[in-house]
C-alpha cells in the first residue's frame, strides 16, 4: 500500500534524510518503519507491561521459595545438632 505525503517542511525532511543515512537506508524504508513502529506501539507496549507482570510475580515467587528454603534449612540443621 502507498502512502503520500505532501507539503512536508523541508527542514524536515533533511532531519529525515540525515537519520536515514546514519541508518545506512533509504528515506522510504526509514519512513516506513517509522510508520510501522508507531501502528504497533500501543500492542508492544501492552507485551511490555504484561512481560514486566510476570517477571514481577516470577521474582515475588523466588523470594518466597527463598525463605521457605531458609526456614528448612535452619529446621535441618537443629534437628542435627539434637
Avoid: F, G
Amino acid at each position: 500500500m502507498e502512502i503520500k505525503i505532501r507539503n512536508v517542511d523541508p527542514i524536515a525532511l533533511k532531519k529525515i534524510d540525515e537519520m536515514a543515512k546514519k541508518k545506512s537506508i533509504s528515506r522510504q524504508e526509514y519512513l516506513k518503519s517509522v510508520v510501522e513502529k508507531t501502528a504497533y506501539a500501543p500492542e508492544t507496549n501492552e507485551q511490555i507491561k504484561h512481560l514486566e507482570l510476570i517477571i514481577e510475580k516470577n521474582a515475588y515467587v523466588m523470594e518466597e521459595a527463598t525463605k521457605s528454603i531458609n526456614r528448612l534449612e535452619n529446621l535441618l540443621v537443629e534437628l542435627l545438632e539434637e
